[in-house]
């Protein structure tokens, strides 16, 4: 089964810009989307298809995908930023969405 | 305003069985695929179960299938996921998503409603 591996954190300082990767065999080549959890709350969608926003979500948040690695930055980052952060690509061999572990981001 | 609302979660025993259902509303239902995602306390996202606007195709995770039934009543706006010979590692906050694209990936989330599995 496809496997996706996000760093289990990142930190950050405010104002600063945040990268997160999502690794996976030629990741490339599938769309890329990415959820912000914050605790005790349901994720939202921030970015899709690689690299579109979503209504309401800031144009500091972007999307990029290539090779074996996708990454979602985060411009500016705010204090409100802090939260785990899931990407997540559709299998089309198995027909199963699958979800990297997370990754935490902190904003010191 | 899209909203997911979900119930039926509880604490069963171990080879138990139970129902959980989402209210769906603030949209046209039967334009979007549907799935159910779940959560243990603490740990990352996992992907359980997928249904196409229609229940014509379902799709379900390794460690669900054969023990999990996903459905939906378009007449009644709602999805549900049958949960049988439960496992203590089923234990999870459960969520109904709507699905972009056949399930291809999740635009709107609903806050979940918790299965405890324990003896």
């Known amino acids: 089964s496809y496997v996706l591996t996000q760093p289990p954190s990142v930190s950050v300082a405010p104002g600063q810009t945040a990268r997160i990767t999502c690794g996976g065999n030629n990741i490339g080549g599938k769309s890329v989307h990415w959820y912000q959890q914050k605790p005790g709350q349901a994720p939202v969608l921030v970015v899709y298809?690689?690299?579109d926003r979503p209504p309401g979500i800031p144009e500091r948040f972007s999307g990029s995908n290539s090779g074996n690695t996708a990454t979602l930055t985060i411009r500016r980052v705010e204090a409100g930023d802090e939260a785990d952060y899931y990407c997540?690509?559709?299998?089309?061999?198995?027909?199963?969405?699958?979800f990297g572990g997370g990754t935490k981001l902190t904003v010191l | 305003e899209v909203q997911l609302v979900e119930s039926g979660g509880g604490v069963v025993r171990p080879g138990g069985s139970l129902r959980l259902s989402c209210a769906a509303s603030?949209?046209?239902?039967?334009?979007?695929?549907m799935s159910w995602v779940r959560q243990v306390p603490g740990k990352g996202l996992e992907w359980v179960s997928g249904?196409?606007?229609?229940?014509?195709?379902?799709v379900y995770a390794d460690s669900v299938k054969g023990r999990f039934t996903i459905s939906r009543d378009n007449a009644k706006s709602s999805l549900y996921l049958q949960m049988n010979s439960l496992r203590v590692e089923d234990t999870a906050l459960y969520y109904c998503?709507?699905?972009?694209?056949?399930?291809?990936?999740?635009?709107?989330w609903g806050q979940g409603t918790l299965v405890t599995v324990s003896s």
């Open positions: 249904v196409n606007w229609n229940g014509g195709k379902t």
């Open positions: 603030g949209f046209t239902y039967d334009d979007y695929g």
């Open positions: 998503s709507r699905a972009v694209g056949d399930g291809v990936y999740v635009d709107y």
């Open positions: 298809e690689d690299s």
């Open positions: 997540q690509v559709w299998d089309s061999s198995s027909d199963h969405v699958v």
